[in-house]
Structures are given as structure tokens and as C-alpha cells.
């Protein structure tokens, strides 16, 4: 799937609200089981982003930086590959 | 959608341009004390925002109340003042009259604004006080862990209403925006929500709007926000943006109530904006 946007969550600052995953439009974030230092679930990133910062706009926490990828799919749009 | 989990712990290598950062330039950190699925921060970063963008930073000055949002001021890179609970409208008068060339905007809870300073926020709005009180309405004294305040509605479960707010035994809710909207002082009112994104975006162009409002020097303006409190609702975190648009969101109705001193729901106000007619600084 073509990727449009990106996001970095600070996964250390996230309180596990989850208020996040119903919020994003493509559901492309899901709650991990994980736990992070304070103990709080956190979530994590799913392919299909469209960097619409709805995340961005709802968490409480500060949690989410959103890239918007000049063009999509593009070589170097996917983080760590 | 595909169940392929990506690295999100950095950005992208290159070929991408950064549309949102983590916390508003106005703020100086991200960490802060406030509950698991507050409200409150997203309100904070709606007022920076709007600050920021007109370009006010240096010349903005927060007149902060009593509630958990008083522990944001650790986050805001604005000069603040710190008020007596629910003296803050008192308070921006006089420092206002001081400094007309200033942004001032009041941050109130409902606790602070409606129970204990009600009379302060009456009188600054009658008045025309070119200010903009900020309140953040959760319904709740989420401080003292979830107690009834004057904005709680009928049914809602408070620590003090276990059974719901019960009219007969503790009145009817205030709704602060219907109140002060009608008054001749009043230029700009309005009730936002931040229970999800559109939500959010709309809160801040009203917030945009009360503080260009209050630069044109055209009177007293408020912004009553909507915010979540699943700890003090008794809620879990993910119901809390439902809570609130269904039970505080039916009675605390949201939209713009009084724009460039026109009403816009409600009856018109008998008596003209005079401090829109006399110029007011």
C-alpha cells in the first residue's frame, strides 16, 4: 500500500488513553501490548497512514509527529527500510 | 489497512515534509501531570495555536484560574498570571486597563468559572470588558477528584451525585455561553468541543476568532471548550470523547452563540452592543 504519510509517536509520553485509535480515519493504528516505562499500553503504526493528523489533534499526551511524504510510495518512505 | 506494523520511532529518511509537530511552539515540553485521556491539553494547544499564528506571543498575557489546568502553565511560554479561583476575569480587567495594547485571555474552569467566580464573568462580560475568558467545561471539579459543579447535567454521576444530578435536590446546570452571550458587553461568543479531530479544529478557529475580536477592541468574548474527564466521569478513557459529546454535548450545545455582536442562536439582545458603539479599548 502506497504510503502518504508518516507519523514518529513518542511512545515514552503516551499515557495509554487509546483516544487515537478510533480517531484515525484509515485505522491504521492499533494498541500494542506492550507496556513503557510508566506502564501504560501505547500504540503502534500500521501501513496506509495518509497523514491527515487526526491522531495529532486528539492526543492529550503530545505523543505524535505527522510527515506528509512529498510523493507517495515514494524510495525512502518507508522508515528503517 | 494491512497488519504490517511499521517503524514509527523516527521519521522518514527524506521525501517528506513535517505537517505536524509534537507540541505547539508556544509550548515548552510535553510532559505534564494531567490524567490518562484529559481534555484539557488539546484545549491548551488550540489557545498557543491561535496565539502563534497572529503573531501575539509577545504581547499575550494568561490570567490563569484554580483546577487541574493550572498545571499547564509549566507548559506555556506566555507571560501568566495566577488568579485568586474564579477571580480571573477581575483580575484581566485590571491589568487589561493597564496594558489595553495586550492580549489577555482568562483560563477557568467550570468549577472556577461557574461556582465560584460566576459573578466575576457576569459583570467583566456586562461590562464589555475587551478580554477573552477561556473556560474548559468538563463538568466536574476534576481537582478534588470528580465533584459536581453548576455546569454538571441532570443525571450526570458525580462524586457527590452518585445516583446523577438529581433537579430537585441539586437545580438545573448553567450553560455559561447561553448566559453571557445575550449580555450588551458580550462580542463574541461561542462553545466548542474537543471530543474528536473536526472537534478540535473548529475549537480553535473560535479561539482565533474571540482573541481577534478582543484586538479589534470590540468587548468581552468567550470561548466555553468542552473537555473530556473519564476520572472524574467514572468512565474508561476510550468512552470519554463519547461522554462527553453525548451527555455534556446535549446540554451544552455547540457552536458560535454571538458573533462581531450579533446573536446568532438565541433571541436578540434588547439593549445594542454599546461597547461595540463606543469604540471600546
Known amino acids: 500500500m502506497s504510503q502518504r504519510g508518516h507519523v514518529v509517536i ?3 509520553r503516551c499515557k495509554g488513553c487509546e483516544l487515537c485509535i478510533p480517531a484515525c480515519p484509515p485505522q491504521v493504528l492499533r494498541m500494542t501490548g506492550e507496556h513503557n516505562r510508566i506502564g501504560a499500553h501505547y500504540p503502534e503504526l500500521l501501513s496506509g497512514c495518509t497523514g491527515c493528523r487526526a491522531c495529532w489533534l486528539v492526543c492529550p499526551d503530545f505523543c505524535f509527529e505527522v510527515w506528509q511524504f512529498d510523493e507517495p510510495g515514494a524510495p525512502g518512505a518507508r522508515p528503517g527500510e | 489497512m494491512s497488519d504490517e506494523v511499521l517503524r514509527s520511532d ?10 505536524g509537530e509534537f507540541k505547539p511552539t508556544l509550548q515548552l515540553g510535553t510532559d505534564h501531570d494531567l490524567c490518562a485521556g484529559c481534555g484539557e491539553p488539546l484545549a491548551l494547544r488550540t489557545i498557543l495555536e491561535s496565539i502563534e499564528e497572529l503573531g501575539l506571543a509577545q504581547r499575550t498575557i494568561g490570567v490563569i484560574g484554580i483546577g487541574c489546568y493550572t498545571a499547564l502553565t509549566s507548559l506555556m511560554d506566555l507571560d501568566l498570571i495566577q488568579a ?3 477571580r480571573a476575569p477581575s483580575l484581566a480587567t485590571g491589568a487589561k486597563r493597564m496594558l489595553p495594547d495586550r492580549l489577555f485571555f482568562t483560563l477557568q474552569g467550570d468549577g472556577d468559572m461557574a461556582n465560584e467566580g460566576l459573578q ?3 459583570h467583566a462580560a456586562a461590562r ?7 473556560l474548559l467545561n468538563n463538568g466536574v471539579f476534576g481537582e478534588t477528584g470528580g465533584h459536581m459543579t453548576a455546569t454538571t447535567v441532570l443525571g450526570q454521576r458525580t462524586k457527590n451525585t452518585l445516583e446523577g444530578r438529581d433537579a430537585t435536590q441539586h437545580g438545573y446546570p448553567i450553560q455559561m455561553v447561553d ?3 445575550p449580555l450588551g458587553g458580550t462580542a463574541y461568543a461561542a462553545r466548542g468541543s474537543v ?3 473536526s472537534g478540535v479544529v473548529k475549537t480553535k478557529v473560535m479561539m482565533r476568532r474571540a482573541f481577534e475580536t478582543q484586538m479589534r477592541g470590540e468587548g468581552f468574548s468567550i470561548v466555553e471548550i468542552l473537555t473530556m474527564c473519564p476520572t472524574g466521569w467514572f468512565v474508561p478513557t476510550a468512552k470519554g470523547p463519547g461522554y462527553l459529546n453525548e451527555v455534556l454535548g446535549a446540554v451544552h450545545v455547540t457552536g ?3 458573533r462581531d455582536g450579533r446573536l446568532l442562536r438565541g433571541a436578540e439582545p434588547e439593549a445594542p452592543n454599546e461597547a461595540k458603539e463606543r469604540g471600546a479599548v
Do not use: F, M, Q, Y
Request: hydrophobic share 35%; charged share 30%.
Open chain 2, 84 to 86: 485568586l479561583h474564579g
Open chain 2, 195 to 197: 471530543h474528536d479531530a
Open chain 2, 179 to 181: 448566559l453571557l452571550a
Open chain 1, 10 to 12: 513518542d511512545i515514552e
Open chain 2, 10 to 19: 523516527r521519521p522518514p529518511e527524506s521525501g517528506a515534509t513535517r505537517t
Open chain 2, 128 to 134: 464589555g470588558e475587551n478580554i477573552t475568558c477561556v
Open chain 2, 120 to 122: 466575576e464573568v457576569i
Open chain 2, 256 to 258: 458560535e452563540w454571538k
